[in-house]
């Protein structure tokens, strides 16, 4: 297996995602709620990243707002090279298409498709032909142990198998940048770390960062820091010297 150095978010290594300052609340006026209160984040290309805190401490609206989901309210984005709240919606939509994958708690897979159907609608999405988006996807599903598996429908399939979909999506497209929700907590503790050390062996590159919010601490192991967030702020930024990094 190829050795990857890992290197935290600093100077020597290519910031995937640079966040200063950033603010986001919903409602108006008096009942305005105050969400993310000055968000300060490094992400370098080629690490994982675990955002993790307690429920309402703002993760999965930072997430939202990292993907160009949700606009903030102040502060600096950039995303990949690019300023995020700069981008108009059009482009916002583009820059998702392009450039990030989605790995969600609830697998978001559409019933009526099949595990390759599933697997391939982000290259269909971005207009790739349907025989080519399915054969793609189909070489992802052999990739994360679900050849024998294409045809089938997600109701026919285990958690952890409809999981291996999920993951399957959100690395068709090769995208650079892989957002996690939750991604274990809808599984036992050992189909949680079998989606982990997927997610580690064939999504983690020097190319590519990886940001997952989550509560599940079985799975902080995976990470290269654990950014700890609490109250609408990144409270401390911890290097993981026990990760793997092979």
Avoid: W
Wanted: charge should be positive; aromatic fraction near 4%; hydrophobic fraction near 40%.
């Amino acid at each position: 297996m190829t050795t990857v150095k890992r290197t935290q978010a600093n100077g020597d290594t290519p910031a995937a995602v640079r966040v200063r300052g950033v603010y986001k609340g919903f409602g108006e006026g008096q009942t305005r709620i105050p969400v993310l209160k000055g968000v300060d984040l490094d992400v370098a290309l080629g690490e994982i990243l675990l955002l993790a805190g307690p429920s309402g401490s703002g993760k999965t609206t930072l997430l939202s707002v990292i993907a160009g989901i949700l606009d903030s309210d102040g502060g600096t984005l950039n995303v990949l090279g690019s300023s995020i709240p700069e981008l108009s919606p059009d482009a916002k939509t583009r820059f998702r298409k392009q450039n990030l994958g989605f790995i969600f708690q609830q697998y978001n897979l559409l019933p009526p498709l099949t595990a390759a159907e599933n697997a391939a609608v982000p290259l269909i999405i971005r207009g790739l032909p349907r025989s080519q988006a399915i054969a793609r996807a189909t070489e992802v599903l052999h990739e994360v142990g679900l050849g024998d598996r294409i045809d089938f429908l997600p109701a026919k399939l285990s958690g952890g198998q409809q999981q291996r979909i999920a993951i399957a999506r959100a690395l068709v497209g090769e995208p650079r940048l892989i957002l996690c929700d939750e991604p274990t907590a809808n599984l036992d503790g050992e189909s949680g770390r079998k989606a982990m050390e997927l997610l580690r062996r064939i999504g983690n590159r020097p190319d590519r960062a990886m940001i997952v919010v989550t509560h599940d601490s079985r799975i902080f192991e995976f990470a290269d820091r654990i950014a700890h967030m609490e109250d609408g702020r990144i409270e401390h930024v911890k290097q993981n010297h026990g990760r793997d990094h092979s």
